[in-house]
């Protein structure tokens, strides 16, 4: 095995994770390898280093009859419970909250946003405009090339390639 595999399980191979024909495989590049032997020394290094220095402290006896006495207290007194906004997440009730112009505004800008959207889904412009060459459909992985099809950049390109043969000609 080269360097680079035994490296992905160097931590597994520290933690005594690995099994036994990888174990093996591990220690035979391991008396070879001088820097795969040094990055182990590194990774028990770190393995010692957390293991002296993170300490649990003890959990008093009777912190559970404290954590029952604060919330009996705390029931009794008519506090209310702690709400994140975030666990209770419901865009209706915040819609409803609002005043008769904001819902307006906000379904407004809803509208606004699906219509243009739909505009701007690229149906109205053809490559026949902008590029020589054949219509399309651009749903394939060509979205992942260096100049994705109907984007800036390929547009500028054929922009760029339609004024140099202008100037060849002259």
Known sequence: MNCKKILSCLNAYADGETPESLRRIVELHLA?????????????????????????????EDLAVRIMAEARSRQSMGIPKR????????????????????????????????????????????????LIGQEKDIYGLEWFAPVPPRSIGSIYIAMAKQSYKKRSRQ
């Open 83 to 130: 709400y994140s906004p975030w666990s209770v997440w419901n865009p209706l009730a915040l819609i409803a909250k609002l005043s008769a112009p904001m819902r307006l505004a906000s379904c407004a800008t809803v509208l606004l946003a699906i219509v243009t959207g739909l505009a701007l889904d690229g149906s109205g412009v053809t490559e026949q405009n902008v």
């Open 32 to 60: 070879a390898c001088e820097s795969c032997r040094g990055r182990l020394d590194e990774i028990r290094e770190l393995d010692e280093l957390f293991q002296n220095t993170l300490a649990v402290p003890p959990v008093p």
